[in-house]
């Protein structure tokens, strides 16, 4: 198990009913966490939207980023994954 | 409201009201008769007879272009009560404090445009002291949306980060659910302001079958057995264990609870500035408010513990000081919140759960062992109390002027126990902190989190509309009663009178206070150069003035308004120089650091 202290890098999944207005909020979210985006894609499937993320932090901040999405009455779920599953847009290299 | 002045209606004719275009099906003989419902079938309607079924009796606000049809409808509503507030911020204010005095959304009705910029404050002040309030705000036609039309105004994204929710309909059939969600989330779980933005065009439209919006309401999670298990064993291992008790505890109403703990372990209480309503003071294990003014007792039980058991509480900075400080300690955290848990301090022992169902389990395994404490730490604690107290009688009399902690057990001495004391935000509040007691938990409202110069006068009529049985109080300063004393027009209009306190030391001390000791006495922006008259002030609204010279010329007026239910400003001149809020912990310091009053000499530090 990693340090707590030590940077990682996760994927975000997150699951949120909505539109761009719900979408804002968990940018808003994001904005003051610790936790950086290296890259994101959203798709937006009629008043459904997954959001993956590539997110880099210390793990005790990632998770406490993912505890804080999941507060938002209009998130359906937010979890921490190690790996992706699917194609993250833009994904970074090196 | 406007037609129940019988005069007023029997000017109504009939022929007047067709000139409107209403239909006549609710006249009765040529009068409107405003007992009846609304005619129309608008969304408007739907949702004011929403408010109406929740027992919705108040509700605050200021009217615009672009939330008249909600008023309109609301018009036909007598059970509800809509007080007309002089600026929107007051409104949300008052909202919040009714909201923490009844436990249901104080509910706020503001147009678009500066009406709904206006309670960003508000929103935000609730938001950080976790608060619930419903705030609906009117805006634009959809069709003219970011086309900078006439009062237009991004709410949404404004609130978005100081909301627990917020929701901005553009289906009508979505604009009776936004509201329902809306309301309940406020009070659901950890209270919160919520915020639903609806356009005009959505409510004039027909009223419809309401839609669904798949969002629920968060759940109450309970507390894991073994986790509140594994506490109470680090608990009964600790020497020198201390309940840190956070305004969570007050809106789990869990005091008792609280105290049947301290008392079963024999262990000291402190509070944070929220948690100070959440116990009364007097109980002998209470020590008081710990923190950047806290309690000398209080700071160094928090210090000075191996253990702290944290409930309810969100481990602000004002509170501990520095986080390494208390990062050291074994700590039990336990929060509604799963995002309070680990955000500021890691905690040994996380408990999600409610406050007063995680005591209760805690109790009840504690319940059958005798539990044998080493009183010296307590009476240590109490040592230093009453040397803090000597020190006070000794400060008190080399003090110019009124001296705010004699003002404030006066006060104490003449307001009935179950009455509400309101603050403002300056130094006044902080004397309140140390030297107020409250005799029953949840009748101590101040604006914490946020710090919102302002907020005492319309909080302190939004508590006396929630409980207009009780007398009310409000602490405040003379820089935070500038800022929104526009809405003790509301005392005489609605008859919401209550005691309105003003500790005038003309300046806003408290940064008055840190420009003199940090920033090298270099005073700037922080002193009235030309006072108002606040005795004009208190005439222009027909609310009684008084300038004591004594104590007890202090007490007899205060108890002629609370004999009475009378309005009445007491001005207190404060001495400027005089008046440093002491003890005080400097930022960065640790509590045991704390710059304590004249001629007190003790360690805050624990030699065993």
């Not at chain 2, 395994?365 to 040397?387: A, C, N, P, T």
């Not at chain 2, 008259?533 to 007890?552: F, T, V």
Request: charged share 25%; net charge neutral.
């Amino acid at each position: 198990m990693e340090g707590m202290s030590v940077r990682i890098e996760r994927v975000v999944s997150v699951r949120i009913f909505g539109s761009l207005d719900q979408f804002l909020r968990l940018v808003n979210m994001l904005r003051r966490s610790r936790a950086e985006v290296r890259s994101m894609e959203a798709r937006f499937f009629g008043r459904e939207i997954l959001v993956m993320m590539k997110v880099e932090g210390k793990l005790s901040d990632l998770e406490w980023a993912v505890r804080k999405i999941n507060s938002l009455p209009e998130v359906r779920n937010a979890e921490l994954v190690e790996e992706l599953r699917g194609e993250v847009v833009g994904s970074i290299s090196g | 409201m406007l037609f129940k002045d019988r005069w007023l209606r029997a000017q109504l004719t009939e022929s007047f009201i067709n000139r409107l275009g209403v239909k006549g099906s609710h006249i009765r003989g040529g009068i409107v008769d405003p007992t009846s419902r609304s005619p129309m079938n608008r969304v408007s309607d739907s949702l004011a007879s929403l408010l109406e079924s929740y027992g919705v009796r108040s509700i605050m606000g200021v009217i615009g272009g672009s939330i008249m049809p909600l008023y309109d409808a609301l018009y036909y509503r007598e059970s509800i009560e809509v007080l007309m507030f002089r600026h929107e911020q007051g409104a949300a204010h008052a909202a919040d404090a009714y909201g923490r005095v009844t436990g249901r959304p104080g509910i706020v009705l503001t147009t678009s445009g500066p009406g709904a910029t206006n309670i960003v404050t508000g929103l935000a002040n609730a938001y950080m002291d976790s608060s619930p309030v419903l705030a609906i705000t009117g805006q634009v036609p959809t069709e003219v949306f970011g086309r900078d039309a006439f009062q237009e105004a991004d709410i949404l994204s404004m609130v978005a980060s100081v909301t627990k929710f917020v929701y901005q309909v553009r289906d009508p059939g979505e604009a009776v659910t936004a509201v329902d969600l809306a309301y309940r989330i406020s009070a659901a779980g950890r209270p919160g302001p919520t915020l639903v933005d609806l356009p005009r065009d959505v409510q004039v439209a027909e009223a419809r079958e309401p839609k669904r919006i798949p969002i629920s309401l968060p759940k109450s999670p309970s507390p894991d057995l073994e986790r509140v298990r594994e506490a109470c064993r680090l608990l009964l291992r600790a020497e020198r264990p201390v309940i840190l008790v956070g305004g969570g505890v007050r809106t789990s109403g869990a005091h008792d609870e609280v105290l049947a703990l301290a008392e079963l372990l024999k262990i000291p209480v402190v509070t944070t500035l929220m948690g100070k309503s959440s116990v009364p003071s007097e109980h002998p294990l209470v020590m008081g408010v710990a923190g950047m003014h806290g309690r000398p007792e209080a700071n160094a039980a928090l210090a000075n513990a191996d253990l702290v058991i944290a409930v309810g509480t969100r481990f602000s900075d004002r509170t501990v000081g520095r986080f390494e400080g208390i990062s050291r300690k074994v700590v039990v955290h336990i929060d509604l919140d799963p995002s309070e848990l680990g955000k500021n301090v890691k905690a040994s022992i996380q408990i999600l759960g409610d406050a007063k169902e995680s005591l209760r389990m805690m109790i009840s395994l504690l319940s059958r062992i005798e539990v044998i404490r080493d009183e010296r730490y307590l009476s240590w604690l109490k040592g230093i109390r009453r040397e803090f107290e000597r020190s006070l009688e000794e400060w008190a009399k080399s003090f110019k002027g009124v001296v705010p902690w004699l003002a404030l057990k006066t006060l104490r001495k003449v307001m009935p126990a179950d009455s509400i004391t309101v603050t403002g935000v300056g130094s006044h509040q902080m004397w309140t902190e140390l030297h107020w007691d409250v005799l029953v938990p949840g009748t101590f409202i101040t604006s914490a989190g946020l710090g919102t110069m302002g907020f005492g006068i319309p909080a302190s009529l939004g508590a006396k509309v929630a409980s207009r049985d009780r007398r009310v109080l409000c602490i405040d300063g003379d820089g935070s009663f500038q800022m929104t004393f526009n809405n003790l027009a509301l005392v005489r209009e609605y008859d919401l009178p209550f005691v309105e306190v003003v500790f005038d030391n003309r300046a806003l001390m408290l940064v008055k206070h840190w420009q003199r000791f940090l920033y090298g006495g270099r005073v700037i922006a922080t002193e009235f150069k030309r006072p108002p008259n606040l005795e004009m002030i208190a005439q222009a609204y027909d609310i009684e003035y008084s300038r004591p010279e004594s104590y007890e010329e202090l007490a007899s007026r205060v108890e002629w308004a609370v004999r009475n239910d009378e309005p009445l400003i007491v001005d207190l001149l404060i001495d400027s120089e005089s008046d440093i809020v002491l003890p005080w912990v400097q930022p960065g310091k640790w509590l045991t650091e704390a710059v304590l009053p004249p001629r007190m000499e003790v360690s805050l530090e624990w030699r065993g």
